[in-house]
């Protein structure tokens, strides 16, 4: 066999366990997996009321983290990934790598964000409801320079005192004063 040839077949046989095994999964879609993980994870733990494990029974932990496996095992199917490569790939990252899938994390966040920020503006109109009911309204705003507007008499639906019920005492408008010594209790 000639050297060539030798040097051949054996950068053949290096590469080819380096193709089987070289496609690792992209910072893109680690910074998913890991966010659609965590955000499963935050559901279980709000389902059952944010709770301690110290503060589970024992029955109650083995159901969380039932609950929780089975959570993870959804976002892995979703995203395509097994939970062996998964594994494998964020257990030979170094820092390199954890940078960069904390920059494609914070790139999902903003684009996220983005799109939700699109979402609220393409709606184009906003429901303003003022006060309780129709019949009744509140108004919360007033235009800049307006006087405030000041309603006398009982609202509408309202009635008066009954036939034998004394009327509610007036106010007197402005501060109110209190007499020394009266407000004291023995």
Same mark, same amino acid.
């Given at each position: ?24 999964? #992209? *910072?893109? +879609? ?15 733990? %709000? $389902?059952? !009321?944010?709770?301690? *494990? @110290?503060?589970?029974? /024992? ?6 983290? +039932? ?14 990934? @097994?939970?062996? =490569? ?7 990252? !170094?820092?390199?790598?954890? %940078? ?9 966040? $903003?684009? =996220?964000?983005?799109?939700?920020? #699109?979402?609220? +503006?393409?709606?184009?109109?906003? +429901? ?6 129709? $019949?009744?309204?509140? #108004? ?5 320079? /307006?006087? *405030? ?6 609202? %509408?639906?309202?009635?008066?005192? /009954? ?5 509610? /005492? ?5 501060? $109110? ?10």
């Amino acid at each position: 066999m000639s050297r060539r040839l030798s040097i051949l077949l054996f950068s053949s046989w290096l590469a080819v366990p380096g193709l089987a095994f070289g496609e690792g999964l #992209t *910072p893109e +879609q680690l910074a998913r997996v890991r966010r659609d993980e965590k955000a499963a994870e935050a559901k279980v733990q %709000a $389902a059952h !009321g944010n709770k301690k *494990p @110290s503060e589970l029974s /024992a029955a109650e932990r083995r159901q969380m983290i +039932q609950e929780q496996q089975d959570a993870i095992q959804e976002v892995m199917d979703k995203n395509g990934v @097994s939970r062996k =490569d998964y594994a494998r790939q964020t257990a030979r990252m !170094g820092p390199k790598g954890n %940078a960069e899938v904390a920059a494609a994390e914070k790139a999902l966040e $903003a684009k =996220d964000k983005a799109a939700k920020g #699109t979402q609220e +503006q393409g709606s184009g109109e906003i +429901q303003i409801q003022n006060g309780f009911s129709e $019949a009744n309204p509140v #108004t919360l705003e007033e235009q800049e320079g /307006a006087p *405030p507007t000041v309603e006398e008499g009982l609202p %509408a639906g309202e009635e008066g005192p /009954a036939e034998g019920e004394p009327a509610p /005492a007036e106010a007197e408008p402005g501060p $109110a004063k209190s007499k020394p010594g009266g407000s004291r209790r023995k």
